[in-house]
């Protein structure tokens, strides 16, 4: 079935720092990817999206590519405000006899320090 | 606003008394869906709703129940809670659950059982 792998966390950074969060999968077919944020005390929201191989997907500074060689979505972002410190899933779109089957990863804890 | 509203937010029962955790979503969703999240383990899905009448498992479903008899609400019944049903719910909706479409989320119940 299908699998998503984030890195562990919490991932402490100062404010301004270079962030990285590291997400593979496994999948059939070329599902669509997400990264979600997860701010405390509040349910998740779309950050960011890609929908087929080499798509990039940007919002609020962060990115993601697509890579289906390497079958990753890194989740990139140049310079980390306090304001970032949230929970962040990557996730899959699948879908398995017409029904539509997300996969999440287990989230990591991005916390930014002044 | 288009929104995903859960109720309670936040409840705290015994063993065994049957409970309700509604939730309603105002965007015309035909895709809904319920799921868990605790400590290391991320989001797991309990069941989801590809349309009104249409419900299936999702990776955790024992001990729940759901129904959908109409497009906007999907409540999640806990006919005899046990302790390890403890744990951060959350509802979520999409357009028509197919896997190029994110997922809009409510902001959580907390439930603990005693």
């Known amino acids: 079935g299908n699998s998503v792998t984030q890195m562990e966390g919490p991932v402490t950074l100062s404010e301004e720092a270079f962030l990285t969060i590291n997400c593979t999968y496994t999948?059939?077919?070329?599902?669509?990817l997400f990264w979600y944020v997860q701010y405390p005390g509040e349910g998740l929201q779309l950050l960011l999206k890609?929908?087929?191989?080499?798509d990039k997907g940007s919002n609020k500074g962060f990115e993601a590519t697509y890579r289906k060689e390497t079958t990753s979505f890194h989740l990139e972002k140049g310079s980390v405000q306090v304001s970032d410190s949230a929970v962040y899933f990557c996730?899959?779109?699948?879908?398995?006899?017409?029904?539509?089957?997300?996969?999440f990863g287990r989230g990591t804890s991005l916390i930014v320090h002044p | 606003e288009a929104q995903v509203t859960q109720n309670p937010r936040y409840l705290i029962t015994v063993t065994g008394k049957k409970l309700t955790v509604t939730c309603s979503q105002n965007?015309?969703?035909?895709?809904m869906s319920w799921y868990r999240q605790d400590p290391g383990l991320g989001l797991r899905q309990i069941y989801y709703?590809?349309?009104?009448?249409?419900?299936d498992k999702g990776d955790v479903p024992e001990g729940y129940k759901v129904s959908r008899k109409e497009k906007r609400n999907f409540p999640l019944i806990l006919e005899s809670p046990s302790p390890n049903q403890t744990s951060l719910y959350f509802c979520?909706?999409?357009?028509?659950?197919?896997?190029?479409?994110?997922?809009?989320f409510g902001d959580g119940t907390r439930l603990s059982i005693l």
């Open positions: 979520a909706s999409s357009p028509q659950g197919q896997g190029n479409q994110p997922q809009h």
């Open positions: 999948a059939t077919g070329y599902p669509s």
């Open positions: 890609a929908t087929k191989a080499d």
């Open positions: 996730a899959l779109g699948g879908s398995s006899g017409g029904s539509y089957i997300p996969t």
């Open positions: 965007m015309n969703h035909e895709y």
């Open positions: 709703s590809m349309n009104v009448e249409v419900t």
